[in-house]
């Protein structure tokens, strides 16, 4: 039973996003449609238990979000005179020629515009469709909760007092919007593909909603070489979700992962997607494509054993004249750790300062302890990866590592 509650609540979460960005469309007002949209989620959880799912999920929470946007709309008297808009929502008109032919990416497009700045572009755009509760955004982006939630009001605020439309942006503004948005879409992947808290290691349903809106950036800019590299990446990265975990749930690490699970279809379009964007590249790295060819030496490697990595910490060393951040350093460390040997890799991830609140600065530090041998130390930096949270599967498989140490 608890399984299948938490399997409508996805369902519920996933459709309700979408039934939010087309409100946000259709009223042009996001904090109407986020209180019609929420209502309707809350529905759906008190009378799908009862009633059984509908037939089409996602057009029930349309049309029951609707009702309850058209009742606000009536009810509130500074919203007066708005009663035929709310009957114009229910049946949209024509798009423009110009229009983004996706709600979510549409939203996307709207959340970051460049009166905000990028960081609260992204907080906006992962709070509002991307599922995101504020705590996962705010960890996510690795700031305090209370900091994500001001920077989200602020955000809000300076929207509504600039007046800044929710619109289609034209295609001159699509180059200025495009560092938000590919950080959106790359977070939400993220959150997808290893999930900060729950049941699950993987969100499939972000996963593939992140594939979607790259596949159709990619579409409005097939030359970009952000776009390519974003989506070059995603498609690497997804391509092993099905080795991630072994038949009972465990996580499986990259050395343990049974390769020929991988999807091949999706690492063979990802290594072409890396070629293209490394010949638009040229001048100056883009740290997509930086980030995708350093998952093309992960998936071109037949076994873990066979890794370049002299290639992986060459590529690293590319992006960090790029994207110089703590978490790119750590990844850097644990690739030397493979390369040189744990005590190299320690020393590098000693060096960084900044993660103390990160918990796989914890966990990185507990595995190269825990090949160090030297269990107590070892024991010590798992726990208090532990202590920061995250998701069961991977909480499961640091404390098995740390029973190891017994």
Not at 69 to 85: F, L, P
Not at 262 to 280: F, H, M, N, Q, T
Not at 389 to 398: V, W
Request: hydrophobic letters at 50%; proline letters at 5%; aromatic letters at 4%.
């Amino acid at each position: 039973m608890a399984e299948a509650g938490d399997a409508l609540a996805r369902l519920v979460r996933d459709e309700g996003t979408r039934v939010l960005a087309t409100l946000v469309r259709v009223t042009g007002d996001v904090d109407l449609a986020q209180d019609a949209a929420q209502d309707a989620v809350v529905r759906a959880l008190q009378t799908w238990p009862r009633d059984g799912v509908p037939d089409n999920p996602r057009a029930w929470l349309l049309v029951t979000a609707k009702r309850r946007a058209i009742d606000i709309i009536r009810r509130e008297a500074r919203r007066a005179g708005k009663e035929t808009e709310a009957v114009m929502f229910a049946e949209p008109g024509p798009e423009s020629a110009e229009a983004v032919d996706d709600d979510l990416l549409r939203l996307v497009f709207t959340c970051c515009h460049p009166a905000l700045s990028v960081e609260a572009q992204v907080a906006l755009a992962l709070r509002t469709l991307g599922g995101l509760s504020t705590a996962e955004v705010a960890r996510g982006l690795m700031v305090p909760e209370a900091t994500m939630a001001k920077r989200l009001t602020r955000a809000k605020q300076k929207i509504a007092q600039a007046r800044i439309p929710y619109r289609v942006p034209s295609a001159e503004e699509l180059p200025g919007r495009l560092a938000g948005v590919a950080a959106t879409v790359y977070l939400v992947f993220n959150e997808g593909y290893a999930a900060g808290a729950g049941a699950d290691l993987v969100r499939g349903a972000l996963t593939a909603e992140a594939v979607r809106l790259a596949r159709l950036l990619a579409a409005l800019m097939p030359d970009e070489p952000t776009v390519l590299g974003l989506l070059a990446l995603l498609l690497l990265q997804d391509a092993r979700r099905d080795a991630r975990v072994d038949d009972e749930g465990r996580v499986l690490l990259l050395r343990d992962q049974d390769r020929r699970r991988w999807d091949a279809s999706a690492i063979k379009e990802g290594v072409e997607l890396v070629g293209r964007a490394l010949r638009r590249t040229l001048d100056r790295p883009d740290p997509y494509v930086v980030q995708a060819a350093i998952a093309a030496c992960h998936a071109l490697a037949p076994t873990y054993a066979d890794t370049n990595w002299d290639a992986v910490v060459s590529w690293y060393d590319v992006l960090l004249s790029v994207q110089d951040t703590p978490v790119v350093r750590l990844n850097l460390a644990a690739a030397v750790a493979e390369r040189d040997g744990p005590e190299a890799g320690m020393a590098l991830v000693e060096a960084i300062e900044g993660l103390d609140a990160y918990p796989w600065w914890h966990a990185t530090r507990g595995e190269l302890l825990h090949r160090m041998r030297r269990p107590e130390a070892a024991r010590a930096a798992y726990e208090r990866a532990l202590a920061l949270g995250m998701s069961a599967p991977q909480a499961e498989h640091l404390r098995r590592r740390i029973a190891e140490l017994s």
